[in-house]
């Protein structure tokens, strides 16, 4: 059983920031690759960020605003948004998965992020 599940999300004005936590539980490896995915309504689904160790690898969008980080030891994954845009306004969801490739079987149920104009 792989359980995980995301907090932290909230209203926030333009330019404000916000931090995303993914609390993680059951056969997560420290290998698996760490990712956060986001969805905003009549969109799919597109990838924001993702964390293998110490690499780290972002969609364009958000390049240079957010940062995805994990903390082991409490088997938690991070995603600090900075200046963020109304266009950043979506249910954001943790994902995790032992695959380089893109695929990631296990997510999380999500939580939503709402940016104001």
């Known amino acids: 059983q792989v359980q995980l599940v995301e907090s932290g999300g ?3 004005q333009t330019g404000g920031s916000l931090r995303l936590s993914c609390a993680a539980s059951g056969r997560i490896f420290s ?3 760490m990712g956060w995915f986001r969805q ?5 689904r597109e990838f924001v960020a993702q964390m293998r160790w110490s690499t780290t690898y972002y969609a364009e969008s958000v390049k240079g605003r957010f940062t995805i980080s994990r ?3 409490n088997n938690t ?8 845009k109304p266009e950043d306004t979506a249910v954001y969801y943790c994902a995790a998965g032992p695959s380089g490739s893109g695929t990631y079987p296990y997510w999380g149920q ?3 992020v709402t940016v104001s104009s």
């Open 10 to 12: 909230g209203l926030v």
């Open 110 to 112: 999500g939580t939503q």
């Open 71 to 73: 903390d082991n030891a």
């Open 40 to 44: 905003a309504p009549g969109k799919e």
């Open 31 to 33: 290998s698996y690759f």
């Open 77 to 84: 994954v991070y995603l600090q948004m900075n200046s963020l």
